[in-house]
C-alpha cells in the first residue's frame, strides 16, 4: 500500500513540471590561449526560499585540453563552511557542507538563511590553466553523488544543471570555436528527488563523515 503511495505520487510529480533552482557553469563559452590561466564561476538562481547547505557536484573537463588549479567558495554562501573538494586529472569533485547547519535541527537553516544570500549567487570559482589546443565541455557529472545540491531540512533540491564549453588555442592563432551553447534540459527524475529525501540525505550524511574521518 505504501509502495503504492509513493508510486502515485512520483507519478503525480513528473505529470506537472516542478519549479528548480538552475546551476550554471558562466560564462557558459569561454576562448583561451595555451598557457593562460582562467577562471569559471559556478553559479546558482532561481532558489526562492530555499537555501543551499551542502554541494556534491563533480564537474567534468577534456585533461588534454584543461587542467583543475583551485576552488574558491563563493562569499554568497554565508558563514563558515567545510570544504573536503579534491581536484582530480579530469575533473574537479566538489563537496562542501555549512557548519552552521545541524540536519537534525531545523532551525539551523535558519542560521544559515539569515547569512547567506538570498535567490542566487555564486557557489564556487574554479580555475583552469589552458594546456592544450582543442575544444572541451566542463560538464556535471551524471553519477550518484555527481549532481547533488541540498537545501532545508537536509532535503535534495530540484535543480537544472547548465554546462559551458572552453575553446583552446596556440597564442600564434588556431579555428577551434565553441558552439552555441543549449542548456541542459532538466530531469524529471531530479525533481522527483524531493519525493524521497528522507531515503537520500543519510547518503550525503555518511558520505559527509566518511570525507571527515
Not at 36 to 43: C, E, G, I, T, Y
Not at 83 to 104: E, G, R
Not at 140 to 162: H, K, P, S, W
Request: glycine share 8%.
Amino acid at each position: 500500500m505504501k509502495q503504492h503511495a509513493i508510486a502515485l505520487a512520483l507519478a503525480a510529480l513528473l505529470a506537472a513540471p516542478a519549479q528548480s533552482a538552475i546551476v550554471s557553469i558562466v560564462p557558459s563559452v569561454s576562448s583561451q590561449v595555451t598557457g593562460s590561466q582562467f577562471s569559471l564561476d559556478v553559479n546558482v538562481s532561481g532558489l526562492g526560499t530555499e537555501i543551499v547547505s551542502v554541494i556534491d557536484l563533480n564537474v567534468y573537463f577534456d585533461p588534454a585540453i584543461l587542467a583543475a588549479v583551485s576552488i574558491t567558495l563563493g562569499p554568497g554562501l554565508g558563514g563558515p563552511w567545510t570544504d573536503l573538494s579534491t581536484l582530480l586529472a579530469d575533473s574537479f569533485d566538489l563537496f562542501v557542507y555549512s557548519n552552521l547547519v545541524d540536519p537534525f535541527d531545523p532551525a539551523t537553516d535558519d542560521a544559515l538563511a539569515a547569512l547567506q544570500a538570498d535567490g542566487s549567487f555564486t557557489l564556487l570559482t574554479l580555475t583552469f590553466d589552458a594546456v592544450g589546443p582543442g575544444i572541451s565541455e566542463v560538464s556535471f557529472g551524471l553519477g550518484a553523488n555527481e549532481r547533488d545540491i541540498v537545501g532545508r531540512n537536509a532535503e535534495f533540491l530540484a535543480v537544472t544543471y547548465n554546462g559551458a564549453c572552453v575553446a583552446v588555442n596556440s597564442p600564434t592563432g588556431g579555428n577551434f570555436e565553441c558552439p552555441i551553447q543549449i542548456a541542459e534540459p532538466g530531469s524529471a527524475a531530479l525533481a522527483a528527488l524531493a519525493l524521497s529525501s528522507a531515503l537520500w540525505a543519510p547518503v550525503v550524511l555518511r558520505r559527509r563523515r566518511d570525507r571527515a574521518s
